[in-house]
C-alpha cells in the first residue's frame, strides 16, 4: 500500500457536500498519513482515547483497509495557510454485512467529532451527510446513527434507502 491512499475512492462522497462546506475546507477519505494531519484531535475533543503512536495509528489505518468495504473513515480538513491542512473533522461509516435483504448492507455512523473550536460552522452536519452519501453508495439500505450524532443534523435516526 503507498504512503498516500485514501481509506476508500473520494468519489463515493458528491460533490454537493464539499459545495456546501465553508471556503478553505475539504471533505475527503482518510489517508495512511493523516495521523501527522492531526486525525486523533476531533476524536479527542469527543471522547478518551488513549495515547496511539504514530505506528500503532498506521496498523489500525492498515487493518481497516485490509477489510474492504467496511470502515470509511471521512474527513474534513482546513486548507488554510494558518493550519496547514489539520484535520477538524472526522466520523466513520461502518457497513455491517447481513444476511437480511439479500445479503444487503447496514451502516452505522459512529465516532462523528468536530474540534471544538471549530464547532459552530455545520462541519458535524457536513460529515453526516457525507457519510450518508457513501452509505447510499455503497448499497446500504438502512444507516443507524449514535444519538450523539443527532445533535448535529435534522437527518432522521434511522434512514432507509429503497
Request: aromatic share 10%; charged share 25%; net charge positive.
Amino acid at each position: 500500500m503507498m504512503a498516500c491512499d485514501s481509506l476508500f475512492p473520494a468519489s463515493l462522497i458528491s460533490a454537493s457536500v464539499q459545495a456546501d462546506l465553508p471556503h478553505g475546507y475539504v471533505v475527503r477519505p482518510l489517508q495512511r498519513s493523516d495521523y501527522s494531519r492531526g486525525h486523533l484531535e476531533p476524536l479527542r475533543d469527543l471522547t478518551y482515547i488513549g495515547e496511539i503512536s504514530e505506528q500503532q495509528w498506521i496498523e489500525r489505518f492498515d487493518w481497516m483497509a485490509s477489510c474492504q468495504g467496511t470502515y470509511y473513515v471521512v474527513v474534513i480538513v482546513d486548507t488554510t495557510k494558518e493550519s496547514r491542512g489539520s484535520i477538524v473533522a472526522t466520523g466513520t461509516l461502518v457497513a455491517e454485512k447481513k444476511f437480511l435483504y439479500k445479503l444487503g448492507i447496514q451502516g452505522h455512523i459512529e465516532d462523528v467529532a468536530v474540534v471544538k473550536y471549530e464547532q459552530g460552522k455545520k462541519l458535524g452536519r457536513c460529515l453526516l451527510a457525507a457519510l450518508t452519501d457513501v452509505a447510499r453508495n455503497i448499497g446500504c439500505y438502512k444507516v443507524r446513527s449514535e444519538p450523539r450524532c443527532m445533535r448535529f443534523t435534522r437527518i432522521n435516526r434511522h434512514v432507509e434507502y429503497t
